[in-house]
């Protein structure tokens, strides 16, 4: 199919959040983002936000981002939170949770004593050399002990500097134990065949716009959808554009470019 | 060549440390650890303590393998600071070191402002999220910025219970970088290669006795030496015994075991 063909089929999208919509560490909205939202809501093209964020519950994420004027309810966010605790409760699984202070909201209710789980989220300082030696030990004292990222990603971009994300943490675990996580967010492929089912949509319908080649583009193709890439957030010309192992599908400088070449 | 004729053939031995002559966090010598020393010097054997230990500089480390009666001086063992701060004088870097306070004596002289090389140790608790940031965004920032590794040890024992080495964290970078840290320490080839010159022997006529089965067994026999595993330290059988990718060419319950065989 031709490139115009595709994107004249595009009918939802898949958005990532921070280096799409805003740039951690900031207090506005990205270029365009707030209309490009508002494009797609008037055209009513459905619109889902996936992000890996795991740096604040959904309800004070949610009104982040309503104070950054994007204008976004409970309903048209995905975040790995909420789903890592629904499978934790559906399993009866008592978390350790390497997670930072501001998303425990997001796992109320759940058991965590004598830990038979590894929940790791972007942990930030609390990636303390005691608390991944903690993570370590349940993982090899135990194979039984269940082992969740929620997410794969390296690293972000924060206020213009580039800060490590929880992905290279998973790999160190990984590393240690010799068993893969099981990963709740992007790239999983359920990941993004949950959010399809959301829009009523199949995967050759939906693209995905994102800031993370691997995660978002790689995730998103690998799952059937196209992946388009935006040039901000931690985007590095050099890096992504001639990428070792993943092709985006189109690359725009920002969201609002790629509505405005799917609403003509 | 059958197991009793290369045992014969043995003319030197290369000797982990940790694990084989003394555990972490223990005030004495492992068993039979000071009577295979002895028996080797009596019987006129070389032999090189072969560590990766990078949690006390060389002179403190010597004192403290003495306190356990082991009769050790400088000449007797290789250790990764040593060797790594020699190359950083030979090639003019200027290192960030994510090591440890008690290891920086084997670090002076050297000039540290505007880094143009990371290094890693054991750094317990320095190896926290601000510091890893750190060494990212100088590999990150600068292509040219040398990746040093002084080892790729995952973890060891200490009081009974593991603990994370620094091989998870290098792993860690590798994962964020997507470049490979060059290794001064066990398994690089490169290690076992010097340590040979100093015994004044050839790869086959030495054998390396550790409780890694990775750096010590599978460093070793890639370099061409045998590669005896010994039951202590962070020794599993479950994992150890009928590892994956490694075959030891023995295993003994402890070098005193194996010193016996080579000298009757």
Same mark, same amino acid.
């Given at each position: 199919?031709?490139?115009?063909?595709?994107?004249?089929?595009?009918? @939802?999208l898949?958005i990532d959040i921070s280096g799409v919509l805003h740039e951690a560490g900031t207090d506005h909205a990205m270029f365009g983002a707030i209309e490009a939202l508002t494009k797609l #809501? +008037?055209?009513?093209?459905?619109y889902?936000l996936c992000t890996?964020e795991?740096?604040?519950?959904? #309800?004070?994420f949610?009104?982040k981002l309503n104070d950054l004027g994007l204008n976004v309810?409970?309903?048209d966010i +995905?975040?790995?939170?909420?789903?890592?605790?629904?499978?934790?409760?559906?399993?009866?699984?008592?978390?350790?949770?390497?997670?930072?202070?501001?998303?425990?909201?997001?796992?109320?209710?759940?058991? =965590?004593?004598?830990?038979?789980?590894?929940?790791?989220?972007?942990?930030?300082?609390?990636?303390?050399?005691?608390?991944?030696?903690?993570?370590?030990?349940?993982?090899?004292?135990?194979?039984?002990?269940?082992?969740?990222?929620? @997410? #794969?990603?390296?690293?972000y971009q924060k206020n213009g500097e580039?800060?490590?994300?929880?992905?290279?943490?998973?790999?160190?675990?990984?590393?240690?134990?010799?068993?893969?996580?099981?990963?709740?967010?992007?790239?999983?492929?359920?990941?993004?065949?949950?959010?399809? #089912?959301?829009?009523?949509? =199949?995967?050759?319908?939906?693209?995905?716009v994102g800031d993370d080649?691997?995660?978002d583009?790689?995730?998103?193709?690998?799952?059937?959808?196209?992946?388009v890439l935006v040039r901000s957030g931690k985007y590095r010309? =050099?890096?992504?554009?001639?990428?070792?192992?993943?092709?985006?599908?189109?690359i725009c400088n920002n969201l609002l470019e790629f509505v405005n070449?799917?609403?003509?």
């Amino acid at each position: 199919m031709s490139k115009s063909a595709w994107i004249k089929s595009v009918k @939802g999208l898949l958005i990532d959040i921070s280096g799409v919509l805003h740039e951690a560490g900031t207090d506005h909205a990205m270029f365009g983002a707030i209309e490009a939202l508002t494009k797609l #809501r +008037q055209a009513k093209v459905p619109y889902l936000l996936c992000t890996n964020e795991t740096s604040l519950d959904s #309800r004070s994420f949610i009104t982040k981002l309503n104070d950054l004027g994007l204008n976004v309810t409970m309903d048209d966010i +995905q975040a790995p939170a909420p789903l890592t605790c629904r499978y934790l409760k559906d399993n009866n699984l008592r978390p350790f949770l390497l997670i930072r202070p501001e998303l425990r909201a997001d796992f109320e209710g759940l058991n =965590e004593n004598d830990p038979n789980a590894v929940v790791i989220g972007d942990a930030v300082d609390a990636f303390s050399f005691e608390n991944l030696n903690k993570a370590f030990r349940l993982l090899i004292g135990n194979p039984q002990c269940e082992f969740i990222a929620m @997410g #794969r990603t390296k690293y972000y971009q924060k206020n213009g500097e580039l800060v490590l994300d929880l992905g290279v943490y998973v790999a160190a675990l990984e590393c240690a134990v010799e068993r893969e996580a099981k990963v709740i967010g992007k790239p999983a492929k359920e990941y993004f065949h949950t959010a399809l #089912r959301k829009l009523h949509l =199949e995967s050759n319908q939906v693209a995905m716009v994102g800031d993370d080649i691997l995660s978002d583009i790689g995730g998103a193709q690998k799952a059937g959808l196209r992946g388009v890439l935006v040039r901000s957030g931690k985007y590095r010309a =050099e890096r992504d554009e001639n990428h070792a192992t993943v092709k985006p599908d189109l690359i725009c400088n920002n969201l609002l470019e790629f509505v405005n070449m799917i609403l003509t």
